[in-house]
């Protein structure tokens, strides 16, 4: 890797992953779709440590879309199995580290196996002080909106708020992340460039990255690029820092 030296004093808070490229990382291998997504569930593991090494507090991860069910049959049961898998493999790991783990996302459609594993998992690391790792299984942002909308409607109706009373932050504290802080740095693997219903509100003034390297080969160094890339941009939330901004 070259030589890249980060600034620790600016290190993003809060970092977001869309995991692409399983599928395409096994093509060039001439190996099959799901060994690709499988070495991309464990690489989670390896991302994880080396965000928490690098100083980054909450690290929230794309394992699987609503839009996914509409994947073949085989590999949506294979990706849906897949944090199932990365828990089995490291619950040990994790549950010794200081990491806490979180799962965000529809939960209906989610198996009773599955549910029994989050629950777990979510309960023997809730006291934990160091990264938060979040995985986002069924999930879509404009899912995540709806239903904020909904709960606020039904606030309204039951006469427990004033229509008056909604703004950002109500709509904020009605997401799944409502306890997380803002975005800063939104990476997206594997060279595609577009947002996939991800994130959407918490997307406003968060930086975008987008490299060409397929997820099961980010690393940590591929995490460091993305960061110095962060620190050198002009931040400017809508209004102008210096001179050289406008």
């Known amino acids: 890797m070259e030589n890249i030296v980060l600034d620790k004093n600016k290190i993003p808070t809060h970092v977001a992953i869309i995991l692409d490229g399983n599928g395409r990382w096994a093509k060039q291998r001439h190996l099959p779709r799901v060994l690709g997504h499988r070495k991309g569930a464990f690489n989670i ?3 994880s440590k080396a965000a928490a090494e690098l100083g980054i507090k909450y690290l929230t991860v ?4 609503t839009e996914n ?3 073949p049959d085989d590999e949506v049961s294979y990706i849906m199995n897949k944090p199932m898998r990365f828990f089995k493999r490291f619950r040990k790991d994790i549950v010794g580290s200081s990491a806490r783990i979180k799962v965000i996302g529809r939960r209906d459609r989610l198996s009773k196996e599955f549910l029994e594993m989050v629950n777990d998992m979510e309960e023997s690391t809730k006291d ?3 990264l938060t790792l979040t995985l986002c299984v069924d999930y879509g942002s404009r899912d995540e909106i ?16 004033d229509i008056n009373d909604i703004n950002e932050d109500l709509i904020t504290n009605n997401l799944f992340t409502k306890d997380y802080p803002e975005l800063d740095l939104l990476i997206r693997t594997s060279g595609e460039e577009r947002i996939s219903n ?7 003034y968060a ?7 397929y997820w099961p080969d980010f690393n940590k160094d591929e995490l460091v690029k993305a960061i110095y890339s962060y620190q050198n941009r002009n931040r400017r939330f809508g209004g102008l820092k210096d001179d050289s901004s406008k």
């Open 69 to 71: 069910w509409t994947r």
């Open 207 to 213: 930086e975008l990255y987008f490299t060409k390297t």
């Open 45 to 47: 593991y390896d991302v």
């Open 62 to 65: 794309f394992c699987f879309s």
């Open 146 to 161: 709806t239903t904020a909308v909904k709960e606020i409607a039904k606030k309204v109706k039951n006469n427990e708020i």
């Open 128 to 130: 934990h002080t160091g």
């Open 198 to 204: 991800y994130l959407l509100w918490q997307l406003a």
